[in-house]
């Protein structure tokens, strides 16, 4: 069994239920499963085999759910592709990964041409295009779908690579966290087995709306988890978050729940409350949060809009696979936290020897269970460091509390020391949010020839919104120490984020580093 087959059995139970929408492109189980096996058998066909690596960049759209579902159906290891990487990043992780075949989406060969001539492991028959306006040499994607539609007959083991998630390189080149197949069969077990039905939602008749892109790991089992329950993948575009329009297909299409990043939801609650009310959202029974701090003020917006929704806000990374969660009925009582861990996961917080911390004491966050990865891609040095026996670290610190509830804290790079005194960001974020005329925000540590470094809060205010530096000043000594005040104040439209919207500190470090070069 593999980790495709739940696509395949639910296929047999309901033949004629909507597998897969993207806007008006749809499938039902039967006719999109055909295609998946289409797909799988013509890769076979061009003599691609268990065990090769296989890379795809595409914007949101059907035909990556069914990539994803092929590769995983014949062995074939995915290798999702940040289209938001720079050319020397994407050069590096697909030559890297050793993939011998990528697709494309039409829209973003514009990317893919300038080096093309330094991807050496790719024929040019083996540049697959989904879309029109391809270059000549290229195959294209619905050619590939001329072959067989029944299942293809491989062995797939779970000690079988299923993909490699490249980590978007935030301390040196990207690392490719390889997970294998019986640790995403485990993660989508685990899935069903908690996701008992709520509020007279069977898993059945779940649909869920997918807001992040394909090409992140949370979309791979996420989708691939509504394909066993024998629910409906509902897509969204990749570009141009439109609140109100992600209003109409929660209405439309019924939507049950979604995983989502802050940001998102905030976008959403910014809309004019009769914009909102236009639109049916009670089918909404659970919201999943995770990737950036979901702060109190939106928690409490947001559940005042979506009645009787289900909120949680989990922890988990590449490496670890999910490992916590905070539910809905913990948002109030513990603000901030993370939660506890999920069933089957075990959490530690170890100091740099690998004692056990008590709590309260900030520490790295090690992680027990069976959908960690595998290791590193290629690097055995780095994932030594990441993994002890069963125990696995990406690199987060964090403590617990004496009930057992775990919280992150900044990292060790994001920790601003001035004159002295240790300034979590997190804390003076936390208030800076609250003013009414801040969207969202980033404290961090810029070089000070005095102090060592001030702090800094770099502000994106809502629309329509004004506020002076004064201002946020006195708005901050009201509720902050004075030394944590920042003294600084730097006003953006946007923020460079990862492709699930976290705001990249470095990138802003290094930009207010050069701008403000040792005052």
């Known amino acids: 069994m593999n980790a495709s087959d739940g696509l395949r ?41 268990k065990g090769d690596k296989i890379a795809y960049l595409v914007y949101n759209c059907i035909e990556g759910l069914e990539i ?28 890297h990964c050793d993939a011998t075949c990528l697709f494309v989406g039409s829209d973003l060969l514009e990317l893919v041409e300038p080096i093309k001539s330094k991807l050496k492991n790719i024929a040019p028959a083996h540049y697959i295009l989904i879309g029109d306006n391809g270059a000549d040499g290229m195959t294209r994607y619905e050619d590939i779908l001329s072959t067989s539609e ?19 390189g935030t301390t040196g080149l990207p690392k490719g966290v390889v997970t294998s197949s019986g640790a995403l069969m485990n993660n989508m077990k685990n899935a069903v087995f908690r996701g008992s039905a709520r509020k007279g939602i069977r898993p059945e008749d779940r649909v869920l709306l997918v807001l992040m892109p394909v090409v992140h790991s949370n979309s791979i089992w996420s989708t ?13 575009k ?25 940001f998102m939801l905030a976008r959403i609650l910014e809309l004019p409350e009769e914009v909102r009310n236009k639109y049916d959202v009670s089918t909404i029974t659970s919201i999943g949060s995770g990737s950036a701090m979901l702060y109190q003020t939106v928690i409490d917006k ?29 948002l109030t009582k513990k603000p901030g936290s993370i939660g506890k861990p999920i069933p089957g996961v075990e959490v530690k917080v170890l100091d740099k020897d690998g004692n056990e911390l008590p ?42 509390d004496e009930e057992g509830y775990f919280y992150l804290a900044d990292r060790g790079d994001d920790i601003i020391v001035s004159a002295g005194e240790h300034i979590a960001p997190s804390e003076v974020e936390n208030v800076l949010v609250s003013h009414p005329a801040v969207e969202d925000v980033a404290v961090i540590g810029v070089p000070h020839e005095k102090w060592g470094q001030q702090v800094t809060a770099v502000i994106k205010l809502r629309e329509g919104q004004q506020v002076t530096e004064e201002e946020l000043k006195e708005f901050c000594r009201a509720k902050l120490a004075r030394f ?29 580093k050069k701008k403000h070069a040792l005052k």
């Open 150 to 168: 029944e299942n293809p007959e491989v062995d797939v083991k779970p000690s079988d690579l299923a993909y490699i998630a490249y980590t978007s």
């Open 224 to 236: 691939s988890i509504t394909f066993w329950y024998g629910g409906t993948n509902v897509l969204y």
């Open 359 to 400: 709590p309260g004491e900030v520490g790295e966050i090690w992680v027990k269970s069976d959908i960690a990865f595998e290791g590193y891609y290629k690097d055995p040095e780095k994932t030594a460091k990441a993994k002890r026996g069963e125990w696995t670290c990406a690199g987060d610190l964090g403590y617990r």
């Open 302 to 330: 947001m559940l005042n809009y979506f009645k009787g929704v289900r909120l949680s806000n989990s922890y988990g990374s590449s490496e670890t696979g999910p490992a916590t969660t905070l539910r809905h009925s913990e």
């Open 238 to 262: 990749s570009r141009g978050f439109d609140p109100e329009e992600v209003l109409q297909i929660i209405d439309k299409e019924k939507v049950t729940t979604s995983s989502v990043v802050p």
């Open 484 to 512: 944590k005040v920042p003294r600084e104040f730097e006003f953006v439209s946007e923020f460079p984020t990862t492709l699930t919207g976290k705001i990249l500190k470095r990138v802003l470090r290094e930009e207010y």
């Open 68 to 95: 994803i579902q092929a590769l995983l159906r014949i062995g074939i290891t995915l290798v999702p592709i940040n289209y938001r990487l720079n050319l020397d990043n994407m050069e590096y992780i697909i030559n």
């Open 9 to 49: 059995i639910s296929a047999w139970k309901y033949p004629d239920k909507k597998a897969a929408i993207f806007f008006d492109q749809e499938y039902t189980y039967e006719e999109f499963d055909k295609r998946v096996n289409r797909l799988a058998n013509g890769l076979l066909e061009m003599g691609f085999k």
